[in-house]
């Protein structure tokens, strides 16, 4: 679950790109060892043809179950807005 704000919009002839940050939670792991962490991603789109969206996100994450560790994790993925 992640709540994203969209600070800045760069608009070009044919491409709208946003960048949005945010925070977030996670819940992951085995039945045997749930795991939660606050996530803070930061994620950066471009949009073509209006129905269509391409992304990249880089986050970071704070797991606070044993073991406490910090990681980076990073993505990619695409919408279609029907």
Known sequence: MTYLLTPLVAQGDAVTVP???GIGAALFGTSNNI???VRAPSRSACGCAGRLEFYGELALELVFIDPVDLEVQGG????VYL
């Open 19 to 21: 960048l949005r940050v």
């Open 35 to 37: 795991d939660f962490a």
């Open 76 to 79: 990619l993925g695409f919408r």
